[in-house]
């Protein structure tokens, strides 16, 4: 790629197809090439274009945050089913929390790819059939393989929602390596939202509270609610659209964690030869290690994602190294 953007520097229009055919990889080579050639207006306009930061947030389209709004309205509506229905809401959400999620966050990023009808159409038959077979299940809390379905189910959703986020570059690894990465800025982002939502909801009743008017059912069910199903699609939108401020914080939180983690761990394991108490031999336990399993491959993630940004630092790489040992182990 680098020869082509040579090769075409005075020619804008193959230079934004190559660009299009390739972003990530258009604007890695770019940033190599471009110290040698500052004097050239169209490398400079490229180099603005590509890699400038503001420090101001990013609302997006008005078209978009229309549509952001409509989501997140269904997303409520869903939610609500069991107060409008009269359902039990335990076996609802039991069955159907994950349906409040991952296909309105892909049918976000369907209208954001603008992916034809014929790319969403398999996805989208594919979510309304798993929504009517789950709920079509018997309820029998002692079925191990109704639980099982109800475990897997959010993965197999999360899976269609990679589908929709990658569109139609889907041999790109530089998309999926971007899908992982907006994972890990989702669940901080909504973590930073749900926590102003708690904080904002316990104020509030607090105030009426103070002057003996109680709102609390009230509040839950007609406001809080809507606010909770909202906070995926609300947190991906602000993704979306200030990219430059975002992804800077789950590489931040994995420095920090490392070293940390690998520390524990360390403990944990020597500790676990100690009193010869195997993951294998406890299913709480296990299932406990499967968590900690998956927070170590984010930790991982997130640092080797950074890592293809920035220059490699060898601490870091053995850090790594070893907590991917130790998690082996």
Known sequence: MRSEILNNLDNPKQLEKIYRDDK????????????????????????????????????????????????????????????LTGIDKERFLSRNISFIIFPLL????????????????????????????????????????????????PIFLWAILGYSFVGSNLQSSENRIHFLRYNGDLVVMSGIILLSTMLFSAITIGLFSLIDIAIEKFYTQNILIWGLAAIPIVATYLIQNNVQLINKVSPIIAKIFTPLVFVNLFIYLSAMVYTKKYPYQDRNLLLLFNVLLMGVMALILFSIAEAGKASKNKFNLVLLFGLSLLTII
Do not use: C
Request: aromatic share 12%; charged share 15%; hydrophobic share 45%.
């Open 106 to 153: 892909s049918a976000y990023f369907i209208w954001k790819q603008k992916l034809a009808f014929k790319q969403y159409l398999i996805p989208l038959l594919v979510i309304i059939i798993a929504a009517v077979y789950i709920n079509l299940l018997p309820t029998n809390t002692e079925s191990s393989s109704i639980t099982l379905t109800f475990i897997h189910m």
């Open 24 to 83: 990530s990889n258009f604007k890695k080579e770019f940033n190599q090439i471009y110290p040698g050639h500052q004097d050239n207006a169209s490398l400079a306009f490229w180099n603005e274009r590509l890699n400038y930061e503001s420090t101001k947030p990013s609302w997006g389209s008005k078209n978009e945050v229309r549509v952001v709004i409509l989501i997140a309205l269904i997303a409520g509506l869903i939610a609500n089913i069991p107060n």
